[in-house]
């Protein structure tokens, strides 16, 4: 008896192989045998399989963190050491994902003050008995021809050997200054590789020989675009150090430097991570919150993969099952059984997806490897580290994609249960009557789904917390609860199409009969279209949050030239104002300044560590004393007055204001007065005259003037930066002064700030100069009398000053988001025809006899052309209605996140409440109109020959 059942298990096990077997064979067959609608099965799975495999592996190349990068950080060094910090460093093992810094440093023995990587080489080197190689990165520019190139130049002496960071491929090592290298990317820029080039750094010329042409490992610095030597500007801070050595810096070491400020990159640490117990516990939680979130995008990643990619090929599997028909209710009538009919529509599946998942997975990862061997081309996409394949991620992606197409193929598989052996043979075959139950069900899946985002959504916009993996889940819902909608709203739009026209009222007949095959279709449309929608909304919403927030710098269509440092120190004004009028003659210029406070953290890249003093200029509101102007210690708030981040009501305007417009401008009274005439305001003018400044005041403030005046404190402050008590910033004041002005105060808004330069008080040149009011020009204002400057005088203008300056025009809000979204609509459209013509394609093939029974009774071309565009047009234009209706539901779920919190770009202060929401109906309409119409003359034009009306073709 035992053998007997182990006999009938064999039995069982080798019917369910050969079934199968028989199955894959056949399908490779029919693959090899309609090779069109294999290709195009292929190319759906295979496409976004690409694009999401590229997207995996171009985030894993860019995030250089561990040991990869060692060789751009510090070659074949031990470590590397930046510049040291405040106070001491809490760091993790690799400190590129995040460190702090809290409390007293170390003092580093033999440490110059205020000195430079270079010049401290020596005191880094004796504190780590190693070699310290000092480096720092420089911002320097040149001209090619009439074209102004921004560079990076890195110096540091790569004599000593650094291996793996800086590689000559031609010519020779820089050895002294005035000798520079040129990268690999620079040259890929035009810069010569041969003979003098003239740089100009911090406001001089400089030329350098060019030496020879190197390959600079990239990292987080980015590729430089010059190697030299010394840096050209003498004891600047920043930078770091390179440590040569036979030992390793392991994580005792580590800690001991962190003591000191400094953020230490160690190959050993990098390389062979200690426990994570040695980390502290802030540093714990962010290591772990990271993986987290890492683990999560990846699920969501391939779960939206696995529904896009079952959409877009579910109309090529219900056709192609379709088309079988005949041939498989003849292996019924045979005595084929119900599984193995579904074997092999399940056949065609597998084979497809695994050729079809396997090659997208591997053309995503050879697309990013050939991409990262153009140095511009991984700049761009920011893949700054070693090539990475994320085998896990990759290995779910792929199979994630063949189960899409398994999937794909299971509903029109399942069908043939019910298959009417009868019926086909006799050519006649209807989806049977659909299924109210499932109807119910996909409402209450689509109206859970819907509710179930918004809220989830609402929930995100008011919480840190995650849940993207509840987002995806309800949006798969609400998908599918639609998708279960379709059979009964084909049926309901057939039975109400009598009054449409002939082939109209043929197509919505035909597409609610063969629901099996429509279906499929009208699903794939409806998530592309829901996809578009969502984006269109969200980012129209986005857009238009930035627009409200947007606050102009200057009035509408004027200019201001700003430099890399304030313009009196290294900027000719009077020579700027000459250039600007050889070129626009009538140009009005005017120089705006600001409050010259003698602070060095203002100066200076290096960090005081000697008491200084330091001028403090602020307006004293009505009720406070200058004191408090300095330090408000009497103003408290609650817990929940901090999260609309109100304001100190004595620090409004000046120095030590708080808030995004508190600072004070000086400009010559007549630009003030003309800023005052825009603003209809032309009776103030004798105000200013009379040596007035003109206050702004926020929205819903207390006014700063009393009896049309101003008061005005100056002192002086000595602040101690090695004092870590943190005592009351006012105790250090002294030579305490204050003045009254007369006044034009002026309410803000977003229409007048940028009249106002975005300032809290603007005091004329003049009237600063009276009273020893210490300032600097940090910008010129640039106006011209016949009209808005054009785009072309501005690069005119750019032209003509030196490469330190820089100009720009207020032109208002200009979206960032058009082109993106002409993309967009570009790619959806493309999708959607290729769907809904494939479909068609497909639908018109198994409707051969139909053809040729309309051609032997007489109709023409011109006929079976409107059917054809009948039949598109009724697929997509259901399709896309229903897409928008869907997608607007998580395009709502997405603003939320996106703008249900802001900013007043005036007072600073947060706003929650009701998210903005942009619903672009003309686009969507436009949309959902132009592209079944692009598709029903696609398809028309596709019926070319006259079918055989006399040959059998099912």
């Not at 029919?30 to 976004?48: F, Q, T, Y």
């Not at 409806?526 to 969502?534: F, I, N």
Request: contains cysteine; hydrophobic residues 45%; charged residues 15%.
């Amino acid at each position: 008896m035992t053998a007997d059942a182990n006999a009938g298990k064999r039995s069982a096990w080798g019917r369910f192989t050969g079934s199968w077997g028989i199955a894959l064979r056949m399908a490779r067959r029919d693959v090899r045998r309609h090779k069109g609608r294999s290709a195009l099965i292929v190319i759906m799975v295979a496409l976004p399989t690409l694009l999401l495999v590229f997207a995996i592996v171009s985030a894993a190349t860019s995030q250089v963190t561990g040991p990869e990068q060692i060789p751009s950080r510090m070659g074949n060094g031990v470590a590397s050491l930046d510049y040291p910090q405040g106070g001491k460093v809490d760091q993790p093992f690799d400190p590129s994902s995040s460190w702090g810094s809290d409390g007293a440093r170390i003092p580093v023995p033999g440490w110059v003050e205020g000195g430079s990587a270079f010049d401290n080489a020596q005191a880094v080197g004796s504190l780590t008995k190693t070699t310290a190689i000092p480096y720092v990165s420089e911002s320097v520019s040149t001209r090619l021809g009439d074209r102004r190139l921004n560079l990076t130049s890195f110096a540091v002496d790569p004599r000593p050997g650094l291996k793996g960071m800086v590689e000559v491929t031609d010519g020779r090592l820089p050895q002294r200054a005035g000798e520079a290298m040129v990268s690999q990317t620079a040259e890929s820029r035009g810069l010569p590789t041969t003979g003098t080039l003239t740089l100009r750094s911090n406001g001089q010329d400089v030329e350098v020989d060019i030496v020879g042409i190197a390959k600079v490992a990239s990292g987080d610095r980015g590729t430089p675009d010059l190697v030299v030597p010394q840096p050209f500007v003498k004891g600047q801070g920043g930078g770091g150090w390179i440590l040569l050595g036979s030992e390793p810096v392991r994580w005792p070491e580590v800690e001991r430097l962190n003591t000191h400020g400094f953020l230490v990159y160690s190959a050993e640490v990098l390389e062979n991570p200690p426990p994570t117990s040695e980390l502290s516990a802030s540093n714990r939680e962010m290591l772990a919150s990271n993986n987290d979130r890492t683990s999560t995008f990846i699920a969501i990643g391939g779960a939206l993969l696995l529904i896009i990619t079952t959409l877009l090929v579910g109309p090529a599997f219900a056709v192609s099952a379709a088309r079988q028909r005949r041939t498989l209710a003849l292996s019924a009538s045979n005595g084929a059984t119900t599984a193995q009919l579904r074997h092999s529509v399940l056949a065609q599946a597998v084979v497809l997806g695994v050729i079809a998942a396997v090659a997208g997975s591997a053309l995503g990862v050879a697309l990013a490897w050939a991409l990262m061997r153009n140095d511009r081309v991984t700049q761009f996409l920011g893949m700054g580290g070693p090539f990475e394949l994320p085998w896990v991620a990759v290995a779910l992606v792929t199979l994630a994609a063949m189960a899409s197409s398994v999937i794909a193929a299971l509903l029109p598989a399942r069908r043939l249960g019910r298959l009417d052996i009868v019926g086909v043979m006799k050519g006649q075959n209807v989806s049977p009557r659909p299924s109210k139950v499932v109807f119910l069900v996909g409402a209450a899946l689509a109206a859970l789904g819907g509710f179930w985002v918004i809220s989830l959504a609402a929930n995100q916009a008011t919480s840190a917390e995650g849940g993207e993996v509840k987002v995806v889940a309800a949006t798969v819902a609400l998908v599918v609860g639609a998708i279960m909608l379709a059979p009964m709203i084909l049926v309901g739009i057939a039975r109400v199409s009598s009054r449409l026209p002939v082939s109209l009222r043929m197509a919505t007949r035909d597409a609610g009969r063969q629901r099996s095959r429509s279906v499929p279709a009208i699903a794939a449309i409806l998530a592309g279209v829901a996809v578009l929608t969502m984006t269109l909304i969200a980012s129209g919403s986005d857009n238009e949050q930035g627009r409200r927030e947007y606050t102009a710098q200057n009035v509408p269509g004027d200019a201001k030239v700003f430099g890399q440092g304030s313009l009196s120190d290294g900027m000719d004004v009077e020579g700027i104002t000459t250039s600007f009028a050889a070129i626009h003659p009538g140009l009005e210029v005017s120089p705006v300044g600001s409050v010259n406070t003698g602070d060095p953290w203002m100066t200076s890249n290096s960090p005081p560590t000697k008491p200084y003093d330091a001028r403090a200029i602020n307006v004293v509101p009505p009720g406070c004393t200058p004191t408090r102007t300095v330090s408000d210690t009497e103003f408290t708030i609650s817990m929940e007055e901090s999260q609309s981040n109100p304001q100190p009501p004595c620090q409004r305007v000046g120095t030590q204001g708080t808030g995004n417009i508190a600072s004070i401008a000086f400009t010559p009274a007549a630009e003030i007065v003309r800023r005052l005439t825009l603003l209809g305001r032309e009776d103030d003018a004798q105000t200013i005259a009379a040596g007035g400044v003109v206050v702004s005041r926020p929205p819903g403030t207390k006014t700063l003037l009393a009896d049309g005046k101003v008061t005005v404190m100056t002192a002086t402050q000595t602040i101690d930066p090695n004092d870590q008590d943190q005592p009351d910033p006012a105790a250090g004041l002294h030579d305490i002064k204050t003045v009254t002005l007369p006044a034009v105060e002026v309410e803000l808004s977003k229409e007048n700030v940028g009249t106002l330069l975005s300032r809290g008080m603007l005091v004329p040149t003049e009237v600063a100069k009276a009273q020893g009011w210490p300032g600097y020009i940090d910008q010129l204002t640039v106006h011209d009398p016949s009209g808005p400057i054009t785009q072309d005088l501005t690069e005119r203008l750019g032209g003509a000053v030196s490469d330190e300056v820089y100009i720009q025009t207020e032109r208002g809000y200009q979206s960032p988001l058009k082109w993106i979204i002409l993309v967009l609509i570009g790619i959806f459209s493309l999708l959607l025809l290729v769907i809904t013509l494939t479909s068609t394609a497909l639908t018109l093939a198994e409707q051969e006899n139909d053809q040729a029974t309309l051609a032997a009774l007489g109709s023409g071309r011109g006929t079976r052309r409107v059917m054809a565009a009948a039949q598109a047009f009724t697929l997509c234009i259901i399709g896309a209605v229903l897409g928008v209706a869907v997608g607007i539901v998580p395009g709502i779920a997405l603003a939320y996140p996106l703008t249900a919190q802001s900013w007043n770009p005036i007072t600073g202060e947060q706003i929650n409440g009701d998210p903005i929401l942009v619903f672009p109906w003309l686009i969507l309409i436009g949309f959902a109109i132009a592209v079944p119409a692009v598709s029903a003359g696609l398809a028309a034009a596709g019926i070319r020959k006259a079918p055989d009306a006399t040959h059998r073709t099912a």
